[in-house]
């Protein structure tokens, strides 16, 4: 049973799966490659486990797909790779909204992104 209180989308609440860890809503940089392509994207929330974006085309339920998040660092930009696997999505205004489990870091990318949520703190938006 999760205390992490109400479902974030209608999405999530179709496929309640147990949230490990709370999500900081943060909007950055995702790049989704998939079938020797990339789709640009944001991020919509993120957390240790998994994360939700928004990208323009339809996704396959469980495919496995190569993320990039762009990690702001004050002026600099961070990009931590991380494999990740489809747990949801749903249409969202002229977009999909999707939830991705991740699965695999590239090394110490787990750890940077780890102290990236916890610097976040309360922040809404990490170029803020």
Known sequence: MSDQGPADTPAQ?????????????????VEVERFQEALNSSSVNISPSG?????????????QMKILLYVPRGKEVEILK???RV???????????????????APGDERRLRLWLL??????????
């Open 13 to 29: 609440a179709k496929y309640p799966f147990h949230k490990r860890f709370v999500r900081k809503p943060v909007e950055i940089r």
């Open 51 to 63: 994360m939700c974006f928004k990208i323009g085309e339809p996704l396959e339920l469980e495919e």
């Open 82 to 84: 991380v494999q990740a």
């Open 87 to 105: 747990g949801w999505q749903e249409p969202h205004e002229d977009t999909f909204r999707v939830g991705a489990a991740f699965e695999k870091f």
């Open 119 to 128: 610097e976040l703190g309360g922040k809404k938006d990490a170029n803020a």
